[in-house]
């Protein structure tokens, strides 16, 4: 069974770069046609897709993040991380990271099959 399992600091300063890992078992990041996202979900928010990674290690961002956001893999630890930098507090959220078979950018939970059980990251001083 597919397993995503995100890890990293609870919170971080602003201004700082935020990074977190997620671990995928059950299946591996390499296998073709599945996208590894971040999204995220701020207090009293929707969920808001970041970006994704594919089996290739293509990556892709969302317009509004694109210029502080960057997601890579690593392959021999069956892992992607997602990296945001000049964090404020609006960047405060719950994060999570899912698998999907196609390259969506909606906020949609049905558009994505597996996910991770989310983690709170906290931007504060």
């Known amino acids: 069974q597919v397993q995503l399992q995100e890890s990293g600091p609870g919170l971080v300063k602003p201004s700082e770069t935020l990074s977190l890992t997620c671990t995928v078992s059950?299946?591996?990041?390499?296998?073709?046609?599945?996208?590894y996202n971040w999204i995220r979900q701020p207090p009293g928010k929707g969920l808001e897709w970041m970006g994704a990674i594919a089996a290739d290690g293509s990556a892709y961002y969302s317009p509004s993040l694109k210029s502080r956001i960057s997601i890579s893999g690593d392959t021999s630890k069956n892992q992607f991380t997602l990296q945001l930098r000049s964090v404020t507090p609006e960047d405060t959220a719950v994060y999570f990271c899912?698998?999907?078979?196609?390259?969506?950018?909606?906020?949609?939970?049905?558009?994505?099959?597996?996910w991770g059980q989310g983690t709170q990251v906290t931007v504060s001083t």
């Open positions: 059950g299946t591996s990041i390499t296998r073709n046609y599945y996208y």
């Open positions: 899912a698998r999907s078979l196609f390259l969506t950018t909606t906020g949609n939970r049905d558009d994505y099959r597996y």
